[in-house]
């Protein structure tokens, strides 16, 4: 297992350095670093994959709905992809709590894009209360950031 | 104790770890017994001394100093009991059946001794016998008793020495004989690989029930230690699956749509309480396990999760943000309505109702700090017993006197352990664990 996941990654390093010039899978159009508009990444770094939450709440402020406005534009306009909506909480709660609030940070966004004309089976969720977080200090600038719902856009349609 | 069923003898042997009431000549009567009263806070530690046990044949010295080791780190760590160590006893034991020596153990003021015997027969098999005294009474309390069982059994014997001796000083059930299901953790922060273990109460004889491929959480074990339930990312969504600790056969609970998790028995061990997420609203919800039959016990556009059964199955204690803030409530266990019974300040959760019904213990989350405590069932005399950064999760022990909980420190490099604390507040330890450890189930039963 360990082995063949390091072959894997041995290719995938070969596979970016022998054209590095163009690389089609990650939507890289030119030298300034900017994606095609209809590729993951340019979701991802461009109309944003995330919003986020004040504490104990799952209620969506002008910037989160500036923001699913855009995602709900794009999913719009590119219908191959669907997404999981992950839910997300800081570490001052307890587990079991965190993850219903995750649950309902997570459904927050689907309804909201679902209102915005995002087909509801193209959108599953999930919540990872606060098992998962991205920022790790225990201090309000990194829970902040982990008080989140991120939008992870995969090809295909949803089960 | 994984591979005991392999030979029917054996499997007999830990199905019973029988106990053989031995004859002992019993002392003459005094006007109260030697006890150690527990309800109390503040307890002087009763001192007690556990002489060499006598090796009755060559290849059991080792096993017998062994044992002596585990009973006295069970009785000096449950904060009751102080032992005398052997450096200061003027005499030992070299003869199991001769009469004691009062005066030497009262001259080192040994409240409690306990003597004892190790034989090792064939194929290893252990026997222990151990007396109990009342030196200053210069009586035996109860009578003799011997535990035999396998060479590999030999801290579960030790063990039940030990609870034997607790019962007979406190009136209480000794829990040294018991585990825990928890979950231990290695990786940094924010990469922690999880996998679903089982220890001793102690720490010993580790044990991994799954690998760590997939989120675990919060294993809860069955009223007759033979099940684990826990919550598993490894379909994608977290859901409730149900693990026999012996045959190793899991298989997850009636499929939902949505997530489930925070499960936990019922008392009978044959329904399971947990927590279901759908449209982003968690309500509880209780599952036959053989019908997979599920009734739907809360309806509200809020939280409820965390279920806890009372141990007599009428009742159930959850969490709720109805009010608000995560707080929590009692309802009977049909559904119905729900009476509130945290009312002190900050946010309650994770209630588990005691083994012995008059207690619930909880989480409080106020001001930043973290606390494990203990209530009444009515919600009165409420008492925070430990604080943290970052406490949560309570277990019981089996006699309901001791929690565990887990305590996660702060910052980037913050990380789980698991600590016990006795329901005054006292005796706060660490529990020693391979790697992190989170999540724990204190087992009641161990079968």
New interface residues.
Partial sequence: MRARLALILVAGGLALAACSNAIPNSGLSGANGSYKSDTVDYFNTTVGDRVHFAV?Q?TLDAQAISVLDAQAAWLIKNTVYSITVEGHAD???????N???G??????V??YLVSKGVSANRIT????GK?R??A???AEKCWSQNRRAVTVVRAGASS | MRPLHVLPAALAAILSLFLAQSVVAQGKSRTGPLRIEITNGVIEPMPFAVPAFVATTATSQQVAKDIVGVIVSDLTGSGLFREIPPNAQISGISNFDAPVQFADWQAINAQALVTGAVSEGLGGRLTVKFRLFDVFAQTSMGGGLQFSGGRKDWRRIAHKVADTVYSRLTGEQGYFDSRVAFVSETGPKGQRMRRLALMDYDGANYRALTDDRSIVLAPRFSPDGTRVLYTSYETGTPQVFVLNTRTMRRRRLADTKGMSFAPRFSPDGKRVLLSLSEAGNTDLYVENLASGKRTRLTVAPSIETAGSFSPDGKQIAFESDRSGAQQIYIMPAGGGEAQRISFGAGRYGTPVWSPRGDLIAFTNINNGRFHIGVMRVDGSEERLLTSSFLDEGPTWAPNGRVLMFFRETRGVSGAPSIYSVDISGRNLKKIPTPAYASDPSWSRERK
């Fill in positions: 104990d799952s570490e001052r709660g307890t587990r079991a709590y993850l219903a609030l649950a309902r940070r997570a459904s927050a689907k309804a969720t999930v919540s990872y098992e977080p991205i790790l200090c225990s």
